[in-house]
């Protein structure tokens, strides 16, 4: 495998406690400034460890990309090939397929800089007017080996009255240690519809860094969940831009980390034309020395009359040691607008586990009842039971419920 | 079935049973009367095995098994039900998934099988017609926006699901209105049976018109302070329990 080693801390260093997005989540300490970057696919199979499977998804009926330490596999993938349909990874690009279609995300944040300086591979996908592509697809990211890192970058673009249903899933081997830092851009067309599922499912003690920038023209719908099963050290963030009257942006996510692990979700979303609805929900569970951030900014500039915008981040903190920190943050500058938000920090609820109990559940089944209840509105509006189903399983297993 | 001797239990300083003894034979239907914070709910609780409440003292057994050792769900297992005074709300867990879930862990406890959804849910629709209680309530989230007498029917329905060898009933009566007051009695009395044990405990004598008991317990400032038949819960009815108390005792705040 060629591999390219570099350190990256005097040209862009990792953001410290003193900037205020990252105040909660101090990354410079921990990080190995010192990075390596594979540049050749795993050779299929041969390249793969035993212990992840290739799909994530077993039961799921999907397309699969399958990228590995960020460099497309295609042994292992299956790409759609139909009409309407543009999926090419960039490696297997010739020189004219450029990228034209950005959604004009030119943020230069930490995550999205280091990730233009570094990128490997990625997958362009373009869905054409008016097609709904018949399956799910799959985006698979491996990472395996000791201190490797990788930075792709997906973009989409679904056309005028497309449908698109992504699911951008990690995983990394348990001998793993390095960094993922994943940046997605993606358009909506008018009238159409992404659901889009994000997956963190590391072993290893993988930095996981992940930015969605999501671009929304009128009338067009957006599902979108963030779901983290599992990682050492996971940041989040989502940016939702409104930029068409009439947009609904449904944006769900949950993390119950364990032990020592850090969990950090930062989203925006951002009205800036009328008729616009959103709806975001995040539920954590805090178990063990785990910490978390959650913070929902969400705009309503002066042009997004009539936004309905509702935001909830609710936490059951379920020992002692666990900590998360929640901040809702509403920018509101137009005046005929509904909006609500709350966020709750709690403990399991003592008078129903004694109520469950009390009609001979004992008490781990009784707390999976309640877990599954308080996770039941966040995982509703997945795009598939396939996807749904896995999710909890995982969830269950790794907890023992 | 069950001997309660000289239990004592409190919460944070504040000690509330205070050497209670009582003893219920198989079959039997006790009735406890009480003032309002006398322990009535705190001694439900601890039989029960809710941990809020610490016990300090005392002992009780069923059929021989040291109930005070066993956690909530081990005693329900062993056949211990309460009806909540206040049911608990669980917004999520539907009112079915909680009944099958309680059902197969008293199965499993016993080493049979999981319920076949068959029979499942014609016990269901069994238990669930001696309470009148409608198909669209079994459906919802566990008591989650049912009304105060819909909540007390819950209650009743579980108790017929489960088949407790001794239920304990808290304010079943509280509530409800005397229609509500009929059906709710009507399923109680026709889960009377021989292995079958109650302790109902009621604040008004009303109840036991149509629950009859074989036994009241006058329960005050955490003792049992006299008992008697069923004509005892008349005699209460008039004279109020103010005769009952010992006044350098008296605490009665609620
Ligand atoms: N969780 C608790 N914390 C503090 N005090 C309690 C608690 N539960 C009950 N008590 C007190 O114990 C006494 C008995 O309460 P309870 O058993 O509910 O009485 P009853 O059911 O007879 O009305 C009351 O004074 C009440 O305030
Ligand atoms: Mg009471």
Request: proline letters at 4%; one cysteine or more.
């Amino acid at each position: 495998m060629s591999v390219f080693t570099d350190n990256f801390s005097a040209t862009l260093p990792p953001p410290t406690r003193k900037s205020e997005r990252w105040k909660y989540s101090p990354i410079a300490k921990l990080l190995n400034k010192e990075i390596s970057i594979s540049t050749e696919a795993a050779q299929g199979m041969n390249g793969w460890p035993e212990s992840v499977l290739p799909n994530p998804v077993l039961n799921l009926d999907a397309y699969l990309v399958v990228f590995k330490n960020g460099v497309f596999e295609p042994t292992l993938s299956d790409l759609p090939v139909s009409d309407g349909v543009d999926c090419i990874p960039f490696s297997k690009m010739d020189q004219s397929g450029s990228l034209d279609f950005t959604n004009g995300y030119h943020q230069k944040e930490w995550i999205g800089e280091l990730n233009e300086t570094y990128r490997q591979d990625g997958l362009s996908l373009h869905v054409h007017r008016n097609v709904k592509v018949d399956r799910p697809i799959v985006i698979h990211h491996l990472t395996d080996g000791n201190n490797v890192a990788s930075f792709p970058k997906h973009l989409i673009k679904v056309d005028e009255g497309g449908e698109l249903n992504v699911v951008v899933w990690s995983s990394a081997s348990d001998r793993s240690s390095g960094m993922y830092n994943g940046l997605l851009e993606a358009s909506i067309g008018p009238n159409a519809l992404l659901s889009l599922e994000k997956v963190c499912n590391e072993g290893g003690k993988v930095f996981h860094f992940s930015h969605e920038h999501i671009v929304q023209e009128r009338d067009s719908k957006l599902k979108m969940h963030t779901f983290t099963i599992k990682g050492d050290w996971v940041r989040n963030e989502l940016e939702i831009i409104s930029r068409g009257k009439g947009t609904d942006s449904v944006f769900n996510g949950a993390y119950l980390p364990l032990g020592a692990e850090h969990v950090d979700n930062h989203t925006t979303m951002d009205h800036t034309s009328s008729d616009g609805t959103s709806s975001e929900l995040y539920r954590g569970i805090m178990y063990g020395n785990s910490t978390g951030v959650f913070n929902g900014k969400v705009f309503v500039r002066p042009d997004a009359q009539k936004t309905n915008a509702f935001q909830q981040n609710t936490n059951i903190v379920a020992d002692r040691g666990a900590a998360i920190n929640t901040k809702p943050e509403l920018e509101i500058y137009a005046d005929d607008v509904k909006c609500s938000h709350g966020c709750t920090v709690g403990q399991f609820d003592l008078d129903a586990l004694f109520y469950l109990k009390s009609r001979g559940i004992d008490e781990k089944a009784a707390k999976a009842l309640l877990v599954e209840a308080f996770l039941a509105d966040v995982l509703s509006s997945v795009s598939s039971t396939e996807l749904c189903e896995e999710i909890m399983r995982l969830y269950t297993e790794r907890h023992g419920w | 079935m069950l001997k309660i001797n000289n239990l004592c239990a409190k919460v944070g300083d504040n000690e509330i049973l205070k050497g209670l003894s009582l003893e219920v034979k198989p079959g039997e239907l006790h009735a406890i009367m009480g003032p309002n914070g006398s322990g009535k709910s705190t001694l439900a609780a601890v039989l029960a095995g809710r941990d809020l409440y610490e016990v300090t003292g005392g002992s009780v057994d069923l059929d021989g098994i040291d109930l005070l050792d066993l956690e909530a769900s081990e005693r329900a297992r062993e056949g211990v039900f309460l009806a909540f005074q206040y049911p608990i709300e669980i917004p999520g867990v539907s009112n079915l998934n909680f009944m099958k879930a309680a059902l197969n862990g008293k199965r499993a406890h016993r080493g049979l099988e999981p319920i076949k959804a068959k029979d499942f849910l014609e016990k269901v629709k069994e238990c669930s017609s001696l309470v009148e209680l409608d198909g669209r309530l079994r459906d919802r989230s566990v008591n989650e926006g049912f009304s105060g007498g819909e909540k007390k029917r819950n209650e009743i329905f579980q108790m017929a699901m489960l088949e407790p060898k001794l239920a304990i009933l808290d304010e079943t009566d509280s509530g409800l209105d005397i229609d509500a007051l009929r059906v709710v009695s009507k399923g109680v009395n026709a889960m009377r049976s021989p292995e079958r044990s109650f302790i109902v405990i009621t604040h008004y004598q009303r109840l036991l018109e149509h629950i009859v008991p074989d036994f009241v317990h006058v329960l005050s400032n955490g003792k049992i302070v006299k008992s008697g038949g069923k004509e005892l819960a008349l005699e209460l009815e008039e004279k109020g329990y103010d005769w009952l108390k010992e006044p350098s005792h008296d605490t009665s705040n609620a």
